[in-house]
């Protein structure tokens, strides 16, 4: 198993406030995937990291900043959560060769 | 913007029964992923398939790639309570991100 925590599980916040998620991995993966989940969308890519401060945006990063200092750690930031953020919001490290990912069990955010 | 097509969108079949689902692009993947997600948890993945015309078995479940490395299909032969689940396909472009489909919800029946 490819040891990968995340944090918290829930959270309920209230508009406009910052949130922040982690992720933890203990393989010393390079890649690491941000993704949230919502009925009649699937996986969109949030935001991901290649490297320790290597980072780049997915196809729906707008509201949300990530941060990778170490190779362990990759946050996801809300700077001021809306509605619409509300979300299951998965971490996925790549798998070497040409394998696919192993996802974390998610953080089900709600922003009341 | 690439789309990966997956269908039915749910299935409802009773235990015992075969089934087959799909997924389909208009885009090459250079590999694609199959994963089972349970309520509560992240995806899991079953199968990689990389050449065109692969196919892989686990279990009761098949997976083929398609020849042109556009589709797949996965088809689960006497399926079980426990075959009960979203299945996702995703592919890997030349770009070398993945793509995932928006899933097949399936519900065995005992």
């Known amino acids: 198993d490819a040891g990968i925590t995340q944090s918290p599980r829930h959270k309920v916040t209230e508009t406009g406030t910052p949130v922040t998620l982690r992720c933890h991995q203990t393989e010393n993966h390079r890649y690491m995937y941000w993704y949230r989940q919502d009925p009649g969308h699937g996986l969109r890519l949030i935001h991901y990291?290649?490297?320790?401060?290597?980072?780049d945006k997915g196809e729906v990063s707008d509201g949300y900043s990530v941060s990778r200092s170490k190779t362990e750690d990759f946050l996801l930031t809300l700077e001021s959560a809306t509605s619409s953020q509300t979300s299951v919001y998965f971490c996925a490290i790549r798998m070497t060769g040409a394998g696919g990912y192993t996802f974390g069990s998610g953080t089900r955010l709600t922003v009341v | 913007t690439q789309l990966l097509e997956q269908s039915p969108q749910f299935l409802s079949i009773q235990e015992g029964e075969n089934l087959t689902v799909y997924c389909n692009s208009s885009s090459v993947f250079s590999s694609l992923q199959w994963y089972r997600q349970e309520p509560g948890e992240g995806p899991v993945l079953l199968v990689t398939v990389v050449t065109g015309g692969e196919v892989k078995k686990l279990k009761r479940l098949t997976f083929q790639f398609g020849d042109a490395r556009k589709d797949s299909s996965l088809h689960i032969t006497a399926a079980q309570p426990g075959d009960t689940g979203l299945y996702l396909c995703?592919?890997?472009?030349?770009?070398?991100?993945?793509?995932f489909g928006k899933g097949t919800r399936l519900h065995i029946l005992p």
């Open positions: 990291s290649y490297g320790v401060k290597d980072t």
């Open positions: 995703a592919g890997r472009n030349r770009d070398d991100k993945i793509i």
